[in-house]
Every structure is written in C-alpha cells, then in structure tokens.
C-alpha cells in the first residue's frame, strides 16, 4: 500500500470499451465511485486524459448491479470515502466484494481520517490519498497511482504543428495564443488530435468524451464541434487541420496541403515510452517505482 499526501445512469456497456487512443488496443477500466457530480466527473476527465477508461457511479449499489448485469471486469476502483469511520469501512467491503480482493483501489478521504484508512482498511497494492479538489489535483492523483502500478500514461502534452494542449491544465494555445476552451471541447480536441485522419463516430465520441456515453444527444456533440472549429481556427483548415462532418458517420480531423510534414510523419509512428505498458501486460512489483 502506498500512502501520498498530494491534495489531491451509469455504466457504459462493454461493447463500448474504446481506448481514448484510438490505436490502442488494450487499457485500463477504472471504476470510480463518489456520489458528488463534480469530483466524480474531474476523476474521469483524469482518468480519459491518462488514456484509460472510466466508468462513474454514484454508489456501491449502482457498481454491484453493473457488475452483475452487465458482467464488467475492473482493473482498478476510485473510492471516495465518507468521513465516518465506520461507513468508510463498510464502502470498501463492499466494492472488494464487487471486484475482487486483487483489485487495487484508490482510497480518497480527509486529511483527519487518512491514517485510519491506511492502517485499517487498505491493502498492499491501494493508494490512500487526500480527496482531490480540482481537476489538476485528481489528474496528478491518477498519474501517480498508474505509474506506480507501471501502466500505461499518455503524454502530458498533446501537439501537433501550432497547436499545443496541456492534458494537466486544460490549456490550450494556438501560434503560441492561448484559446480558452470549455471542458468538454477541450477533451473532444484532445481525442480528435490523438486520431488526425481517422474517422470517428458519433457513438465513438460521446462514449469517450461525456460520461454519459451514448446517452449524450447528438445536438451536444455537434455544439462542441463548432465551438472548437470557431476557437481553433479548424473551419477553414487554417494551421494545416480541417475539422470535417463525414455524412452518416462522425467527424474527422484532416491534414491540409499546408500540413508541415514532420507532423504527417509523426501522425503514422506509434509512441509508447520506455519502462511504460499496457495495463495487465505484465505483473509489477508491489511498492516500486515508475
């Protein structure tokens, strides 16, 4: 178990399993279970921007009934704990029950109850944590949880020619401007600029943009669009990128002939980094470091 002091409906159904890069053939599932809306959907904005894929509930309840109906198999679960003592205990029973006493788990708390979470309740493999307050926060908190778990972490920085986004802060700049983004469009460019060329559908992006999945209307997917053909300059292929409707199936971000082509290159070459892998690919030794 380790222990840091960073501050730091419902589930999709498995066919839906995506990798946030599209190449990707394998990630994480990471369940998060916290019944507030808004660190329930930072975690999984985090958990999306790392490259794994979250499913959100709002309780242990809602985690069984996936579990059972919908047959999902977790490779790690994000709890945020009551401050009560004993009602944290009886969470974390019952999400082991769920999923197995080899699942680790993220154990989120208050500063005044993170000890007794760590020495009662967590296990070798779990990381007792500081409930994160931001966004910032619980993409840090995940980082380092994954990496010390020597799984797979996309980059920091997602670019491509005069286009540059920081997956840590939601920053965005354009020739070296900063474009303010809601984020919702900043995590449908980030797919979009992880797949140039590639066609995605419509059932693709809100799967791996809203939480809500395919529940999301397409009228939300086609307003985020245009926010982000009008704020990165994507309408009329400006900076070598043209933000494209395919009729009958999604959008597709398309080099234009003004496309430098050190970014084509790149676009065709896989990049995984040294000592990283894909979850499960390999056993890592409980306690080391990335």
């Known amino acids: 178990m380790k222990q840091s002091h960073c501050t730091v409906p419902t589930a ?3 066919t839906l399993r995506l990798p946030i890069t599209w190449g ?4 994480a599932t990471i369940a998060v279970i916290d019944p507030e809306l808004r660190p329930r959907q930072q975690m999984g904005r985090a958990i999306r921007r790392l490259g794994h894929w979250p499913l ?10 996936a579990c059972r109906y919908l047959h999902l198999r977790f490779d790690a679960v994000v709890v945020a704990c009551p401050v009560d003592a004993g009602a944290a205990g009886a969470l974390i029973a019952q999400v082991r029950e769920q999923v197995g006493p080899e699942c680790p788990l993220v154990l989120s708390g208050s500063k005044r109850g993170l000890r007794e979470l760590a020495v009662l309740h967590a296990r070798e493999s779990d990381h007792v944590e500081v409930t994160p307050s931001s966004f910032e926060e619980a993409y840090l908190l995940m980082r380092c949880f994954l990496q010390w778990h020597r799984a797979r972490v996309a980059g920091q920085f997602v670019e491509w020619g005069a286009f540059r986004f ?10 070296g401007i900063r474009v303010e983004l809601t984020p919702n469009e900043f995590d449908l460019a ?3 600029f992880r797949n140039v060329d590639q066609v995605l559908t419509h059932h693709a992006l809100r799967a791996l943009v809203w939480d809500s999945g395919h529940r999301c209307g397409s009228g939300v997917l086609s307003t985020n669009v245009c926010g982000l053909r009008r704020k990165l300059g994507l309408g009329a292929g400006r900076h070598g990128l043209e933000l494209q409707a395919v009729p009958g199936q999604g959008y597709r971000l398309s080099t234009t002939a003004s496309a430098p082509e050190e ?6 070459e896989p990049v995984r980094r040294a000592g990283e892998r894909a979850w499960g690919s390999a056993a890592a030794a409980p306690g080391s470091a990335a």
Do not use: G, K, Y
């Not at 920081?166 to 020739?175: G, T």
């Not at 970014?263 to 065709?268: F, I």
């Open 56 to 65: 959100v509930f709002t309780s242990a309840l809602e985690l069984m009934q």
């Open 166 to 175: 920081d997956l840590s802060a939601d920053s965005a700049q354009v020739a």
């Open 263 to 268: 970014n084509r290159r790149r676009q065709r």
């Open 12 to 14: 999709i159904p498995p």
């Open 24 to 27: 990707e053939t394998t990630c």
């Open 190 to 192: 980030i797919v979009l």
